[in-house]
């Protein structure tokens, strides 16, 4: 077994240069660049002119352009130079401020983290209890009401639902209740450290909310599913049988088969509701995580910041897939990932 976690980790390695060489390949063939970004900003109309071409950045100032950029050298060149520096971790520097991408990073992870953890941990507390609940009342009107009222929120995408709330509960909306921007008050670091963290509390329900409200389904329907299938098996049927009440049977013998799939499916709950929803509730709430640095990249072709943001993103996306997978073999020595 310890032979194929060690292949799983190797092949983090392979893959990592695959989704880079890909992405890489794909920015430089599209069309503009940095240099071209910046010879737009430089771009200042002559005198009487109303076509801001007039006056473009001559040759030798184009030519120390791309110089300080690295694209003097030949694009295997500035890969190989990046692949180096990604292997120490050295993911250079902003090309639009400077700032080594390690340290905007590092600033932006704690907001990303806090959506992240944030929405999991909810997701959790709230899925497993409604799919013990709708397992045990499988059938019922309320399994009937509930599953419509996951399935309508799974519906609603993320950001259309940061909209709505904005518009209904932010600053400025019909009940202006909570705030819009950030996760803190500007000038709250001087306050007591319950006004702080009541202050972060009321500043993160919007962003959670708009993150949650889609991952309720799938998470909840998994729990009745293992439940439904558990509470079926002859071991239920015993302990029923010896006397047993219907919940020392459903916590001492089928929360703990049912629960294995939830526990392990933790990391990968954490990277689905991390990745696909934070880059949009972060541009609608002005969060500066790292889906809106990315998203800043972007448009303003910063390379080292776009490969940097991606390359976090990936290596914490398979790290987390194979702790997932690892947990499974914790919780239940049965499965064998290397038999299979």
């Given at each position: 077994m310890r032979t194929y976690w060690l292949r799983r980790f190797l092949l983090v390695i392979p893959t990592l240069f695959a989704i880079i060489a890909i992405n890489f390949l794909v920015v430089q063939l599209a069309p503009g660049g940095p240099v071209q970004v910046l010879e737009q900003k430089l771009h200042v109309p002559a005198p009487?002119?109303?076509?801001?071409?007039?006056?473009?950045?001559?040759?030798?100032?184009?030519?120390?352009?791309?110089?300080?950029?690295?694209?003097?050298?030949?694009?295997?060149?500035?890969?190989?130079?990046?692949l180096r520096g990604y292997a120490t971790f050295n993911l250079g520097r902003s090309f639009t401020t400077g700032t080594p991408v390690t340290t905007l990073i590092a600033q932006r992870l704690p907001v990303s983290l806090s959506l992240g953890l944030w929405s999991t941990l909810i997701v959790y507390l709230v899925s497993i209890p409604l799919g013990i609940f709708k397992a045990v009342r499988n059938g019922s009107r309320a399994d009937g009401i509930t599953g419509i009222?996951?399935?309508?929120?799974?519906?609603?995408?993320?950001?259309?639902?940061?909209?709505?709330?904005?518009?209904?509960f932010g600053q400025g909306g019909m009940v202006p209740i909570f705030p819009l921007r950030g996760l803190t008050t500007p000038g709250s670091i001087t306050w007591p450290w319950q006004a702080r963290i009541a202050d972060y509390a009321w500043h993160m329900v919007l962003p959670t909310i708009a993150m949650t409200a889609g991952g309720f389904a799938t998470l909840t329907m998994l729990t009745k599913n293992a439940f439904l299938e558990e509470?079926?098996?002859?071991?239920?049927?015993?302990?029923?049988?010896?006397?047993?009440?219907d919940l020392r049977v459903l916590l001492r013998h089928v929360l703990p088969n049912a629960g294995l799939l939830l526990v392990a499916t933790l990391p990968g709950a954490l990277v689905s509701i991390l990745f696909s929803s934070a880059l949009l509730v972060e541009i609608i709430f002005s969060l500066n995580g790292l889906g809106y640095l990315g998203y800043e990249a972007v448009l303003q072709r910063d390379y080292p910041v776009m490969f940097g943001t991606l390359y976090v993103y990936t290596l914490v996306g398979l790290v987390l897939r194979i702790l997932g997978d690892f947990l499974y073999t914790m919780l239940d020595p049965r499965i064998d990932f290397e038999g299979r």
């Open positions: 009487g002119s109303l076509y801001r071409g007039d006056a473009a950045p001559d040759n030798a100032m184009l030519a120390q352009l791309n110089a300080q950029f690295g694209f003097d050298k030949p694009m295997l060149a500035r890969f190989w130079i990046m009222v996951i399935i309508t929120g799974y519906a609603i995408p993320g950001f259309l639902l940061a909209i709505f709330l904005i518009v209904l509470m079926q098996k002859l071991y239920v049927t015993t302990a029923r049988a010896k006397g047993a009440s």
